[in-house]
């Protein structure tokens, strides 16, 4: 269990907002037990349930029979998604999408309640709720909004793997040891899909992230993200969900301006053979160099997003 996935998780947890606060709490205490020996790999777990599969070019999709159309739809959308990036870097991989009802729901996290998304990198495998009626990120106003809201995590989540499998795929880490920056390459990812195919959606999306931005503000503004490790857990949940909202808005700016190319370029000139060494003091001064305004947008964290959202 990575600090990475705890992390996802809690975000994913903040986004049902303060309903989700006690569950947010009562998540904390069950990071504290290690994932239990006997558990079977994630695969291993799912395959054991007997569920029926799908093929959508690379994806394999599994639910059960019920299921089927919703399972189609995100396989298809995780094929539309890797098709996407083959076309544009050139890489491509097989991969993984279980959309699992209640009843079937796990975790490598013990506890997590159902529909919060994840990926096992090692499987190249994404774990999704095939409910759109029920979970916590299920919000409204609209069915419209709630599947948009599900969709992009899964192509976050999709973004995770495309990033290790793009950048580092002989790194033995499944994540950066720069938190924010795995986050913002992730939701990179997600936001040059959705911004390539559908710009109504990027559109409503930055909309709510502002709004989220917005409506809170953290104690402690900084990329070092050691600081929430002492945070008791409501404030994490809220925390973290604020960063990754923030890091969604930082995504469409640079994308806004560099497209794929800023993928492209930090393929190229970023060190990653040597990722384990990487922290926020090394890597902002190289991602300066390849798309200025990186130091300028850390030292004004607070006034470009937060006064700003907070207007409105
Ligand atoms: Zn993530």
């Not at 996935?5 to 998540?27: C, H, K, N, P, Q």
């Amino acid at each position: 269990m990575t600090k990475s996935d705890i992390t996802e998780a809690l975000r994913l947890l903040y986004v049902g907002g303060t309903v989700l606060l006690l569950a947010a709490a009562s998540f904390l205490l069950l990071l504290l037990p290690t994932v239990q020996a006997q558990d079977l790999p994630p695969l291993a777990r799912l395959e054991a349930l007997g569920l029926d599969t799908m093929e959508v070019g690379r994806v394999t999709a599994y639910f059960v029979p019920a299921d089927r159309a919703r399972a189609e739809e995100l396989a298809v959308l995780t094929e539309e998604v890797a098709a996407f990036f083959e076309q544009n870097l050139g890489f491509t991989f097989d991969l993984g999408m279980a959309a699992l009802a209640p009843e079937h729901w796990f975790s490598d996290i013990p506890g997590i309640p159902y529909a919060i998304p994840w990926p096992s990198m090692r499987d190249k495998l994404i774990f999704m709720p095939s409910s759109l009626q029920e979970g916590l990120l299920i919000q409204g106003p609209t069915e419209l909004e709630d599947r948009r809201r599900v969709d992009f995590v899964l192509l976050h989540e999709y973004g995770h793997i495309a990033a290790k499998a793009y950048f580092r795929p002989m790194d033995d880490q499944d994540y950066l040891p720069v938190k924010w920056f795995e986050e913002l390459l992730a939701t990179y990812f997600a936001y040059a899909f959705v911004h390539a195919s559908d710009s109504a959606w990027a559109k409503a999306a930055e909309v709510a992230w502002l709004g989220e931005v917005g409506g809170y503000t953290p104690s402690v503004l900084s990329l070092d993200w050691s600081f929430m490790n002492a945070l008791p857990g409501n404030e994490l949940a809220r925390t973290y969900g604020w960063y990754q909202f923030m890091l969604n808005l930082r995504a469409a700016e640079i994308y806004d301006e560099h497209g794929l190319d800023f993928l492209r370029t930090l393929k190229e000139q970023l060190p990653w053979q040597d990722t384990g060494d990487w922290n926020t003091a090394i890597l902002l001064p190289r991602l300066e160099e390849i798309a200025p305004g990186f130091k300028a947008w850390e030292e004004s964290l607070p006034s470009v997003y937060g006064e700003q959202a907070g207007d409105h």
